[in-house]
T-cell receptor, first 114, second 114 residues
Framework: EPEVTQTPSHQVTQMGQEVILRCVPISNHLYFYWYRQILGQKVEFLVSFYNNEISEKSEIFDDQFSVERPDGSNFTLKIRSTKLEDSAMYFC????????????FGNGTRLTVT | AQSVTQLGSHVSVSEGALVLLRCNYSSSVPPYLFWYVQYPNQGLQLLLKYTSAATLVKGINGFEAEFKKSETSFHLTKPSAHMRDAAEYFCAVSEVGGSEKLVFGKGTKLTVNP
């Protein structure tokens, strides 16, 4: 079964640095998402993306975050100036439709900010 | 706004015993409900989903869940646990016709003892 692929699997960065997390969704999926999971906490919604624009974002997704799908395949999450509290597992997900369509998740990128 | 409560952050059962993982939801409109499983170092994998058809939903790996509107519950069960079932399980809700995002519970880590 086609997979959602995320790279890198682990990223270590210094506070204040920019990071870009990459995702290659399943080709026939139209809705794309980023979620994150801080160690020991819930999986939290960050942002959804459809038709080349953000369709919904959470209060976590502030001006330091951005998403884009520049070439029609890669879906990226950029954090402009990382903070210690951005350390988390970041999951990319994709679906064919809304609401009852299952989300297919990648294996995640573990971001460690030092 | 919808929310999910998973009772018990850790559940431990013996191999062959019944597995019961509890999930209660809160939603102002009819919900879609999901159970996801996360094996170590992997992403979230859909186990099963409820989308307003049959209230008893069968999923992969012998798991099933029953939607009980009167109890606002969607508990996950499996008659006989296997060692390979050891993982973290997440209940999630989205709203029919509402926000497309999934709201997750905190997760329940299942340990299966030989």
């Amino acid at each position: 079964e086609p997979e959602v692929t995320q790279t890198p699997s682990h990223q270590v960065t210094q506070m204040g640095q920019e990071v870009i997390l990459r995702c290659v969704p399943i080709s026939n999926h139209l809705y794309f998402y980023w979620y994150r999971q801080i160690l020991g906490q819930k999986v939290e919604f960050l942002v959804s993306f459809y038709n080349n624009e953000i369709s919904e974002k959470s209060e976590i997704f502030d001006d330091q975050f951005s998403v884009e799908r520049p070439d029609g395949s890669n879906f990226t999450l950029k954090i402009r100036s990382t903070k210690l509290e951005d350390s988390a597992m970041y999951f990319c997900a994709a679906s064919q439709g809304q609401w009852n369509s299952p989300l297919h998740f990648g294996n995640g990128t573990r971001l460690t900010v030092t | 706004a919808q929310s999910v409560t998973q009772l018990g952050s850790h559940v431990s059962v013996s191999e062959g015993a019944l597995v019961l993982l509890r999930c209660n939801y809160s939603s102002s409109v009819p919900p879609y409900l999901f159970w996801y499983v996360q094996y170590p170092n992997q992403g979230l994998q859909l186990l099963l989903k409820y989308t307003s058809a049959a209230t008893l939903v069968k999923g992969i790996n012998g798991f099933e869940a029953e939607f009980k509107k009167s109890e606002t519950s969607f508990h996950l069960t499996k008659p006989s646990a296997h060692m390979r079932d050891a993982a973290e399980y997440f209940c999630a809700v989205s709203e029919v016709g509402g926000s497309e995002k999934l709201v997750f519970g905190k997760g329940t880590k299942l340990t299966v003892n030989p």
